[in-house]
T-cell receptor, first 111, second 114 residues
Framework: GQQVMQIPQYQHVQEGEDFTTYCNSSTTLSNIQWYKQRPGGHPVFLIQ?????EVKKQKRLTFQFGEAKKNSSLHITATQTTDVGTYFC???????????FGTGTLLAVQP | GAGVSQTPSNKVTEKGKYVELRCDPI?????LYWYRQSLGQGPEFLIYFQGTGAADDSGLPNDRFFAVRPEGSVSTLKIQRTERGDSAVYLC????????????FGPGTRLTVL
């Protein structure tokens, strides 16, 4: 079945450093969403990418969707302590309507 | 308006018992999803409702799991003959239309099977 993997599993950075998490799907995706889950909280939607090669920015966050629509990345510039949490990508495949979540990347930011 | 709510927030039960978990979606949201999340893992899809009908139940692990949404609003996830491996956080989400749209998650129900 469809699998969505993320690397790294865990990243520890100093405040002010950049951070990137990568998402790879075993199958082509029709769209990809990104969610953030704070410790003890629930996933909160960040963004959706639909087009091949699409790039979207939200302040310090930059999201990319690969040309083949099988991978995606999230880059955070100059991390802050408020960025702490687990970042999940979630892909919707062409043959199914369900959203498959990735394995997540836990970001720790040291002040 | 209120967000997605789930009750109870915590449920402790014994192996073999029956449990019901409730989800109140955002008013007007036609799509409702159930996920299961184990510690350190991403949410695992269980079932998706569009209105009253289950549009995709391919994520239900076995026939001990069943979910209903009789009036197209509140949904109940039912687990029969619970096993220790069912222990997890059960998340509910809703969205205005169908898949391919932002999902709004509830706080989850933490189920512990002793």
């Amino acid at each position: 079945g469809q699998q969505v993997m993320q690397i790294p599993q865990y990243q520890h950075v100093q405040e002010g450093e950049d951070f990137t998490t990568y998402c790879n799907s075993s199958t082509t995706l029709s769209n990809i969403q990104w969610y953030k889950q704070r410790p003890g909280g629930h996933p909160v939607f960040l963004i959706q990418l639909v087009k091949s090669g699409e790039v979207k920015k939200q302040k310090r966050l930059t999201f990319q969707f690969g040309e083949a629509k099988k991978n995606s990345s999230l880059h955070i510039t100059a991390t802050q302590t408020t960025d702490v949490g687990t970042y999940f990508c979630a892909g919707k495949g062409g043959a199914t309507n369900k959203l498959i979540f990735g394995t997540g990347t836990l970001l720790a930011v040291q002040p | 308006g209120a967000g997605v709510s789930q009750t109870p927030s915590n449920k402790v039960t014994e192996k073999g018992k029956y449990v019901e978990l409730r989800c109140d979606p955002i008013s007007g949201h036609t799509a409702l999803y159930w996920y299961r999340q184990s510690l350190g893992q991403g949410p695992e899809f269980l079932i998706y409702f569009q209105g009253t009908g289950a549009a995709d139940d391919s994520g239900l692990p076995n026939d001990r799991f069943f979910a209903v949404r009789p009036e197209g609003s509140v949904s109940t996830l039912k687990i029969q003959r619970t096993e220790r491996g069912d222990s997890a956080v059960y998340l509910c989400a809703s969205s205005p239309v169908g898949t391919g749209n932002e999902q709004f998650f509830g706080p989850g129900t933490r189920l512990t099977v002793l």
